[in-house]
Structures are given as C-alpha cells and as structure tokens.
C-alpha cells in the first residue's frame, strides 16, 4: 500500500522584509526581540529557579514587613504590653499560611492559586468570586507597594521635597509596566541585586538594635506580664482579647504576599512543585524573621510613631543615626542603605502584581469570565494586555488615593483574606473528601482548620472595623467586578450556543462523491481560507465560496495558527500537541474540499499573534499561484453593540488591512448570529 499523499506543497522561504518600519523597530529596543517558540530551551530560559523566585513573587510577602508591623504597633496605641503576643501570633500566622500554600502547590502543580483551587474545589461561583478579589489584589499590590515605598524614600528627605512623591510613584509604575512587558525573568533578575540587599541591610539593622538595647529584654519582659496583668484586673478577658485582635487584624497587611508563588507555579523552573515549595520556604523564614525583628526592635528601642516618617525609618534612625543630604558617616550610609533598599523592595513587590495579576486573569479568561484576549501572549511570551491593564488600574488607585499608605494597605488586606479564606475552606473540603484515606485527615486537614479561622476572623474584623474608613470601596469594585464577569460568561455562553447549532447543522454534513486526489496547479485561480478548529464555521465558508463563486477556483488551500496563549505555553510537548492537533482539524478540511471536486492541501504555523502569523503563511502561499483570494470569517449579530469589540479580537479586520497593503485581495464572509 503507498503512503497517504502529503496534502501541503513543499515550504518557500518565508517572505517577511528584512528592515522593519521605525515603529517596530523603536517596540524591539524598548520591550527586546521576538522569542522563538521553536528554541527547545525556551522553557528553561524563561523560568525561574527558586532563589529568582523568591526574588519575583517573595517580596511580596517581604516587603509587607515594611508596612505590616507598623500599621499593627501604631494599632497598640497605649496596650504595647500586648506586643509580645501579637509578635507570637504574627509568626504563627506566617507558619501556617505557608504551610497551607504549599499544600495548595502540591495539589495544584500548574498554578492558578485561589481562583483555581475555588473553581476546582468549591464550584464556578466561588472560584470567580475569588479571582475578582485577586485581580483587586494584585492591582492593590502593585498601588500599596509603590505607595509604600515612595513613602520610605521621603522618610529621608525634607517634608518640603514630598509635593514630588506622587509624580516620582507614577513614573516608578510606568517603569515597572516597561519591564514586565520585556519579560518576567528579565525584570526579576534586573531587580535581584535591590532585593538581597534588602535582606541584608535588614538583618544588620534587627542585629544592631537588639545589640544596642539588649539589656532592655528583662525590662520589656517585666513590663509586658506586669500590664497583662492590670489588663485583665481592668479590661477583662474580653477587653483584652478585643485589644489583641484588633493589633493583630490591623497588621493584617504583614501576611499578604504568602499566596503569590502558588499563583505563578507555572513560571517556575522543573521540578515545579519542588520548586514552588521551596520558595515558600524561603518567603515564609525571611518574612516571620523581618517582620517579628522589626517589631521587636520598636519595642526595644522604645520608639513611637513620628509624622512624615515610616515606623521602620524612625528605627534605623535610632539604630544608625539621624542621616542628612551630603553625610558620609558609616551610620549614615547604612541608614540611607536600609531606607532606600526597602523602598526598592516595595518596588520589586509591585512586580509581584505584575507577574500573577495577569496570569489570574488569564486563567479567568479561559474560562469565560473574562475577554479572551487576556489569555494571549506577546511576542516576549507575556501576557502584554493584562501587564498594560494592571498598570493603568494601579494608576488610577494610586492617583484616587493620593499614594495614601493607611487606606491602600486597609483596602489591599480585606481583599488578601477574602481569598485566603476561600482558599482555606477548599482545601478543608479536599481533605475532608479524602477522610476516608489512611492518616490523610488527621495530618493535613487540620492546618487548613486553623488557617480558615484566622484568616475568616481577620477578614470579618476588618470589614466591622474599617467598613466606613475606606472598606467598603474594596468592596464594591470587587463586586462591581464580579458582575461585569457574570455578563462576560452569559455573553460567550450565549455566542457559544449559536455557533453549537451551526455545528450540529453543517459540522458533520455528509458529502458522499470521491475525493478528488490531483496536485495543486499553480495556474488554477485559489481561494486561501482561513480556519480555526474543525466545525460548521469552516463548512459554512466553504460552501459561500462555491455558492458566490461558481466554478472560479479549482485549488483551495486552508490555513490556520495555533495560538500559542497561557493555557499552552507549558512546554515544548504542548507546542507539539498544539500543532498536531491543528493539523488534524486541516487534513479534515482538506478531505471535505476534495470531495467537493477541489484540489487542496494546507498551511499551519503556531505563534503568539494570529495577524502576524496568518499574514506570513497568506504571503506565503499567494507566492505559489497566479491568482489568489483569501477569505475570513466574521460573526456578524443582529444588534451590533460597544462592548462586542472587547469581547472578540476582530482578526480578520486586521489581516485584511495588511494583505491589501501588500496587494492581496481578502474577502470576510459573515456568519449570521443572532443577539
């Protein structure tokens, strides 16, 4: 028996000019040269070891430390004797919720964090829930860091030099969103040298206060059971219980952060759960380490809260010396060293936002909860709408709050622990389901017990508490949010449903002639179609070109790209599966077209833009034959509304713009759907 024939006529070099217009040329210096897909090291060169990891997503949770421990001491106000408790209670809190992330990352080794351990584990509607929440989040994240860190630089600059504060946040976060669209492992190694430096400057300074104040330790102990105890003779139980919970929820902001690396499992290096786990390791040691040294050093040094200045500036200060402009003292230089490495460490955690925001909403769109054009990636293999819409949100709360730390870090926390109260009650469902496995329940649910009602009464205190003050914005723009994707969702399902029915009408249309099996003649008029997945979209286009068209072409040639979004991005086996898969879908449609009495064959290419893609392989084949038109489908609705344009990319529009610049000739067939 011979072979099958090859249905696709042998490859000519690929027609794309050697210059590129100024404005490309201006994209590639700013944002980097296109990635090849096809490099077998792609993966590895985009992926992130454990310490580049702990670099990307753990400052997040780091540099809460610059925040947390003071919103918590100032919470105190006149009951610092129940700091050691809040202190005690803090390091808990970051054991356990790491511990509880790292299950989340054993379980769900490919990423997604709390919107996919809730949509997975709790049904669709908590899952979307929680991605709304985490999309506030990560814009918060990337708005309360820049804040943060803007106001520990002017901590060491006189109070008239702050009129510039918001100007320089503004431009610090268009310098951030430029980086991301280069490359997440790009920004992060660009920014490691700020980070470690952090580490460093941090433990010198936790070092040298409890040097300097060591022999305040018995005092502060004495003091700390002597006001326990008049405490409890005056305020009661309750009184001091409620004492103890507001510090501790109002610090809430120290353990926001701990989620990101379960969030972005899928840019981390093979073995991706090794790996993840280690970073939360990592994250979880230095975040309980800096955070419970600072807090203590406030103690030890006996300092209070100073107007225009971080309760970490006042620290160092007390621990290094008062640094002025121009001072070269050794004091002076590690003052300005912790100060403006922790301002470089907020910095580095608002790419935190930037790396898993926009991996969320991915996810969110692949689903249908949002417009799927979020799930697309760049030519630098990051998924540029999400990185350009972060960063435009995160602006707009920066400028609304005026840089405004208290208020961010109030509205970013309610949101943290919505999340991570969800993420809690899915994981004590799992293992709740696995009961009946042995000694599964008794050794891991209970930390998930533990963690749902920290994290549940954190959240519940912080919406009584700060409702009127600030909470209740968080609130709306989750649920404002919320809405918007439930009308996404019933928008796609409904296009969906229409475009089933074509399906069921012309997708399994039996044609009963032979097919024809004769070459492509080059001189034959040839109509070049282009195609998605196999269906009755396609079918419907075939058959509009021999109804308008009679007898014209004897050649047809069908070409698609697989679209290379986050979903698909996971490894070089997933590139060939994506491949494999279109040209099965092709070689369908070549057997239907020469049943219809056509010559045909196929062209396919995978990449991460369809106009780009298409327009090459279009140009391509158009070299092959004398005359050539190129035909696209469209969705065209009875009522043509605004928000249909976000909702769909409109690529054939594009394309068409490009191949008549080029001097092709391209015809959109409408596909009726009714809305």
Not at 29 to 44: C, E, K, Q, S, V
Not at 324 to 332: D, F, I, K, Q
Request: glycine share 10%.
């Amino acid at each position: 028996m011979t072979p099958p024939e090859d249905p696709r006529p042998p490859k000519t070099p690929s027609p794309i000019p050697d210059e590129l217009d100024w404005s490309r040329r201006l994209a590639q210096w700013i944002l980097g040269a296109p990635r090849n897909l096809w490099d077998r090291t792609i993966f590895h060169k985009v992926a992130l070891v454990p310490v580049l990891a702990w670099v990307g997503m753990g400052a997040d949770g780091l540099s809460s430390s610059a925040y947390g421990p003071d919103e918590s001491f100032r919470a105190l106000q006149l009951h610092l004797y129940v700091a050691p408790l809040v202190i005690l209670a803090s390091v808990l809190t970051i054991a356990i919720i790491s511990i509880a992330y790292s299950r989340v990352i054993e379980n769900f080794p490919h990423g997604g964090g709390g919107y996919v351990v809730a949509s997975r584990l709790l049904g669709p509607g908590a899952g979307v829930f929680s991605g709304c929440a985490l999309i506030v989040d990560y814009v918060l994240t990337i708005t309360v860091s820049i804040a943060a860190g803007g106001d520990a630089l002017f901590s060491l600059l006189p109070h008239e030099w702050h009129t510039a504060k918001l100007v320089l946040e503004a431009a610090a976060l268009g310098a951030l969103v430029v980086m991301n669209l280069r490359g997440v492992r790009e920004s992060v190694i660009s920014v490691a040298p700020v980070f470690f430096a952090f580490v460093v400057s941090h433990i010198v300074l936790i070092g040298g206060v409890i040097f300097l104040h060591w022999s305040r330790i018995p005092v502060i102990a004495d003091g700390a059971a002597t006001g326990c105890a008049e405490g409890l003779g005056t305020l009661g139980l309750v009184g001091m219980g409620a004492i103890f919970l507001r510090a501790y929820s109002m610090g809430a902001g120290t353990y926001t952060g701990i989620e990101a690396v379960s969030n972005g499992v899928s840019i981390l290096r093979e073995p991706k759960v090794q790996s993840g786990q280690r970073t939360m390791a990592y994250m979880a040691v230095s975040l309980a380490v800096v955070s419970s040294g600072l807090f203590a050093g406030y103690l030890l040094a006996g300092i209070g809260p100073t107007e225009g200045q971080t309760m970490n500036a006042v620290l160092a200060a007390d621990a290094f010396g008062q640094g002025v402009l121009g001072s070269l003292t050794a004091g002076h230089a590690l003052l300005w060293l912790t100060l403006l490495s922790e301002a470089g460490i907020l910095l580095i955690a608002a790419q935190t936002g930037f790396i898993d925001g926009p991996r969320v909403m991915a996810n969110m769109a692949l689903d249908g909860w949002l417009p799927r054009r979020f799930s697309l990636l760049s030519h630098r293999l990051t998924i540029q709408d999400g990185v350009l819409l972060f960063g435009a949100a995160s602006l707009a709360a920066l400028l609304y709050t005026r840089g405004n730390t208290t208020l961010l870090v109030l509205m970013y926390s309610i949101n943290v622990f919505i999340t991570f109260s969800l993420t809690e009650l899915s994981m004590v469902r799992l293992y709740w389901g696995r009961r009946h496995e042995k000694a599964t329940l008794l050794n891991k649910i209970y930390i998930h017990v533990i963690g749902l009602v920290l994290c549940g009464s954190i959240l519940v205190v912080m919406i009584v508490e700060k409702f009127t003050k600030g909470g209740w914005l968080t609130l709306v723009i989750t649920f404002a949010l919320l809405g918007a994707c439930l009308l996404i969702r019933r928008y796609y399902r409904g296009v969906r449903e229409q475009i089933r029915r074509i399906d069921d009408q012309l997708g399994d249309l039996p044609v009963r002639r032979k097919p024809v099996v004769r070459p492509l003649n080059p001189d034959d008029p040839t109509a070049i179609l282009l195609v998605d997945r196999y269906g009755g979209v396609g079918i419907h286009a075939i058959f509009a070109i021999t109804r308008l068209f009679p007898g014209t072409f004897r050649n047809m040639v069908f070409v698609s790209v697989g679209i290379v979004d986050s979903d698909a991005f996971k490894g070089i086996d997933a590139l060939d599966e994506l491949r494999a898969h279109k040209e099965t879908d092709l070689k369908r449609y070549v057997e239907f077209a020469r049943r219809l009495g056509l010559a045909a064959s196929y062209e396919t290419t995978i990449g991460t833009d369809v106009v780009d893609a298409a327009e090459e392989l279009c140009l391509v084949v158009a070299k092959r034959f004398g005359t050539t038109v190129v035909f696209g489908s469209k969705l065209v609705f009875r009522r043509e509304r605004w928000y249909q344009a976000l909702m769909h990319n409109h690529t054939n529009e594009a394309l068409q713009s490009r191949l008549q610049w080029a001097g092709l000739t391209m015809t959109i067939l409408p596909i009726r759907v009714l809305g």
